[in-house]
């Protein structure tokens, strides 16, 4: 009996802990709202923990409470008064500096008893979920074996551990490395932050690749609880040990789990329309390289989204008033000609002089980075495409031009409020603002691929060319080198070189960025709506596969 009111009081007690941080959060945000809501639901908390400290203090004291009960009931006298004054400010600090290390102090002091923390009903209840919506998941589980984990991952260890606020957290050891899933203070506060990072209100379809311990299946359903959301977790032992060390019977009802060992489902649930969301701590032990690259390339890009969220917004918004037409216009101008894709690689300087005299039937499609040194060189283009979320400096003192340009929603909304000439909007698939507002209007979606280039192989391929040629795509360093002398961007800068093999097969140093945008480009024109030839003419730089190499004279002498 005094091991299950113990047991009850340490999970009360954690629950509290929880409830009083997003108390504080709303007051930090001067939420009042939240604020109201969370108060009653503290207060009920900490009576429990009250009654419960005042029942077992003696035997509690013995094994560490590092301070008395008078000084308890003066934090709890200094909140009621900070309370009553109505000063929130002061409220939160009083809950946070002194009232969260009291309730901490209580957690390590039950732990200190060596009672069991763990309820063996959790297991017992959450596998009769799974056992309804997963019998193969559900008889893995039945099966499986903590001292071999024969199923997968048999070299690494699980260490499931109390954190600071009571709830567990997890610890991986692997080839030497040791590293937590969860942090190891409030893990339920930090997947609350994690889930407000991610949720979209405009998505009701999610993917969470990594189950963890739960917490944040838990928080995503806190956010919308109507949400469709699958998780996909390879690893049993680790969902073993989250069915083991927490309830999540509620969110098993309303999640659906796959357990996906070789990751076979995988490219099925990709063409799903679902919001993509990554538990990182798992990624880096993905045994699949090909699925890990895949995987660790759309955490970066989710990343470089949400840094640049408030810019892209403003510049979609901007592009979506100020450009002059949709880029579906154009299609006729591009269907049925030859099309060269003019990029800024350092092998430009060898063929640049050639489009000089190119034949009637090509287009000059250039990226925003050569557009001033093809004017210098005087080479007529056709048409400019950007798509950087601050590339003004490329058409800046060229205002008055009257090129076309081609903007993607969310690049730098100046171009297309300064550029006196003909402006032409793409919306781009992955970016949910600009995607709708195509959907609406009937216009076609365009795929960016994370560069100016690969969005320009994009719409080469949409707009139906009979072939689409690439010069200056040398995805690699010359030397130090990244781009054509006269483009201001001529030196690389960064520091994580990776070696790809060249047209000529020596091999050369690139980076992770160039990596992305080749593998890309390889798996776009293996779609089945590509059915023109894609032409490398860089004449340098890395291979790429699937496309044909050609010097650019010989191309357009065709």
């Known amino acids: 009996m005094v091991e299950q009111e113990l047991q009850t009081l340490y999970w009360t007690n954690a629950e509290a802990q929880t409830s009083i941080s997003e108390l504080v959060a709303a007051i930090r945000i001067q939420n009042e709202r939240i604020q109201r809501k969370e108060i009653p639901k503290v207060t009920e908390q900490l009576k429990f923990v009250v009654r419960g400290l005042m029942t077992y203090y003696d035997i509690l004291q013995e094994v560490g409470l590092p301070w008395n009960v008078e000084y308890f009931y003066s934090v709890l006298s200094q909140i009621e008064e900070a309370q009553s004054m109505q000063d929130g400010i002061l409220m939160g600090d009083l809950y946070e500096l002194l009232m969260i290390p009291i309730l901490q102090d209580i957690q390590n002091a039950i732990r200190n008893l060596g009672i069991p923390l763990v309820n063996s009903v959790w297991l017992e209840k959450n596998l009769e979920i799974i056992k309804k919506k997963n019998d193969s998941l559900y008889q893995a589980l039945l099966s499986f074996d903590q ?91 680790i969902l073993y040990y989250a069915f083991t060390y927490g309830d999540w019977h509620a969110e098993l009802e309303q999640v659906s789990i796959v357990w996906d060992p070789q990751w076979e489902d995988f490219d099925k649930l990709l063409q799903e329309n679902r919001e993509m969301i990554l538990f990182l701590p798992e990624l880096s032990r993905i045994q699949n390289d090909e699925i890990k690259k895949q995987l660790l390339n759309i955490a970066a890009r989710k990343d470089g989204i949400d840094y640049h969220e408030h810019i892209f917004y403003q510049n979609a918004r901007g592009n979506i008033r100020s450009c002059t037409q949709y880029i579906d216009v154009i299609r006729p101008k591009l269907e049925g000609k030859r099309v060269i894709i003019v990029a800024g690689g350092p092998s430009l300087d060898k063929n640049i002089q050639l489009l000089k005299k190119k034949p009637q039937d090509v287009i000059i499609l250039a990226v925003g980075t050569v557009f001033k040194l093809l004017l210098q060189q005087e080479i007529p283009i056709d048409y400019v495409i950007v798509s950087d979320c601050a590339i003004y400096e490329q058409i800046k003192g060229l205002e008055d031009m009257q090129v076309p340009i081609l903007i993607l929603a969310t690049a730098d909304r100046r171009v297309s409020a300064n550029y006196k000439g003909s402006t032409y909007l ?19 979606c365009y795929e960016s691929g994370g560069s100016v280039a690969t969005l320009a192989l994009d719409v080469a391929i949409r707009m139906k060319a009979t072939s689409i040629a690439f010069v200056g795509l040398d995805l690699a360093f010359d030397g130090n080198r990244s781009h054509a002398i006269g483009t201001g961007k001529e030196f690389y800068g960064g520091f994580e070189y990776q070696k790809v093999e060249g047209i000529d097969g020596n091999m050369l140093n690139t980076s992770q960025s160039f990596v992305n945008y080749k593998n890309w480009m390889e798996r776009r024109i293996c779609r089945e709506d590509v059915d023109m030839p894609i032409i490398d003419a860089t004449e340098g730089g890395a291979k790429k596969e699937g496309f044909q190499n050609m010097r650019l004279r010989d191309y357009l002498d065709e």
């Open 147 to 237: 001292e071999k984990r024969e199923i997968n991952y048999s070299q690494t260890k699980y260490l499931i551990e109390p954190t600071t606020v009571g709830y567990y957290t997890m610890a991986l050891e692997e080839n030497g490395r040791h590293w937590y899933l969860h942090s190891n203070r409030n893990p339920v506060e930090e997947a609350r932050s994690f889930a407000n990072r991610v949720y979209r209100l405009e998505q009701e379809r999610y993917l969470l690749i990594g189950w963890g311990m739960g917490y944040i299946v838990r928080e995503l359903l806190n956010l919308y609880s109507e949400m469709n959301l699958i998780v996909v977790e390879p690893d049993l032992a």
């Open 426 to 444: 793409i919306c781009q698939k992955g970016y949910e603002m600009a995607a709708n507002y195509a959907v609406k209007h009937g216009y076609q």
